[in-house]
Structures are given as C-alpha cells and as structure tokens.
C-alpha cells in the first residue's frame, strides 16, 4: 500500500493507494496515529486509490473516528470508492458514518449513495 500524508494545522490528509490487508495495517496505522497527533480539526483518508480493503481499514478508521470524535473533530473518508472499499462500509453500516454527508462535497468525492 502507498500513503502520502500532508499535514497542516487544520487538516491532515492522508492518501492511500493499492490494497490495505493485514500485511499493511500497521504503515496505516502510523500514518493515522502521525496525523492525529497534531489535532487537526478534521482528518481526511483519500481511499480513491485504493483496489482493495479488509476489515484492517475499517478498523484502524474507526479507531481514528473515535480519537477525532471524542475531540469533537472530524475524521472523513473521500472517494470515489472503489466496489469492494464501498461494499466493506456499506455492509458494515459505516458508509454514512464516515463519509461527508450529502451537501457538505460527498458528491463531488464520487460517494453518492
């Protein structure tokens, strides 16, 4: 998996590329703890380039979610999603949780439900 990652004061963003597995989970989970520290009001993950995604994704986005969301800050996930990155949040119910809600540039991401 490829990451870039560009932090400010007020949003960090972190960009993936390729399949994100058991095998890379740990180079996300540096990135996301690195964009983290920082406190930025809002934490973007650019899943666009992303071919493929287990449950290693949804895990380690959730627990940033939750680090951003008990500083009531934000965390998003920007497409457009790939099939399988959109099944994975469908089916587990985190698509509206983590993406940008309608109004607020979710249609111009590419995740128009």
Known sequence: MGIT?????EQSVI??????DGDTGPALTAALT?????????????VAGLRFADSTLLHALLEA????????????VRGPLSVGVRRLLTETGT?????DPPGQGCEDQGCTE
Do not use: S, Y
């Open 95 to 99: 698509l509206g949780l983590l993406m």
């Open 34 to 46: 690195k964009a983290l520290a920082g406190a930025p009001e809002i934490v973007v993950v650019d």
């Open 15 to 20: 960009a993936l590329t390729g399949e994100c």
């Open 65 to 76: 979610w939750r680090t951003q969301n008990d500083r009531q800050r934000r965390l998003v």
């Open 5 to 9: 990652f560009d932090q400010g004061p």
